[in-house]
């Protein structure tokens, strides 16, 4: 299945996607569960069973918004291909670099990512999500898997000079419509094996970063066996699990995204997030 979060004529609701068209399973199931979070967290079994009540929208005529637009929590995996952590000048690490994303820092797909009145220095990061389905403290490896409910594309977009006025990344990751998460996430029986999987960063139609899944330095289970020990997982948390290597940060000159850009990331079989890039209103 392909779930989404959108907006229609401008009541927000969630649903499966199909082909071109949405299907307003939300509405269906209103007095079940208010919102895809709350759905991942009950029985998403009762979302394709709903599928034949719900009306039909073409995707032209919604608003996408994130994927899930209230998680309990963002964590974001810093560091996590070794192409990205060369050109960092970082060393190796025995745990993963974890960061979080505050929920309203998101935006959907086709939307704006924001350069804020503050920064010029707006950088691309294009990475998997992963949407956690089943709570859980203290996953072990083997059991990971079983606690995912979906993936997603995202752009960890960063400023990046908020990012670096302390050794804490979470100013230059919180700027309001700064994260893309989107178009929808698709549930691991439709995506299948992810290890050969292709990320691909565009901008401008031209490639800016691309490896493949297992090129992680830190694979999934791991990432979720750590995350679980130092938090409780709920349905609907999502952990970004890094970016490869490419970020613009680090070319020389260094290639900022401003508006007027478009940005994609792309995951083999899943789907293309695109946004293009503006200022701040001021």
Known sequence: MKLATVAIDGRTTWGLVEG????????VLASRYADLRAAIAGALADVAEARSKAAATPLAKLTWLPVVPNPDKILCVGLNYETHRKETGRTEVEHPTIFARYAN???GHL????????STDLD???????????AGRYISRSE??????????YNDGSVRDFQRHTHQFTPGKNFPDTGAFGPWMMTPD????LAELKLTTRLNAEVVQEARIKQMIFDIPRQIEYCSTFTRLEPGDVIVSGTPGGVGSRRNPPLWMKPGDVVEVEVERLGV???PITDEAR
């Not at 939307?111 to 503050?118: D, E, G, L, M, Q």
């Not at 691309?124 to 089943?134: D, N, P, Q, R």
């Not at 990971?144 to 594309?153: I, K, Q």
């Open 273 to 275: 997030l695109r946004n």
């Open 144 to 153: 990971a898997m079983g606690h995912v409910a979906g993936y997603a594309c």
């Open 111 to 118: 939307k704006p990512i924001i350069r804020p009145r503050v």
């Open 190 to 193: 439709e995506l299948g094996e």
């Open 124 to 134: 691309f990061e294009g990475e998997l999500a992963v949407i956690i389905g089943k």
């Open 105 to 107: 820092s998101q935006t």
């Open 20 to 27: 071109d068209n949405f299907f307003d399973v939300g509405t």
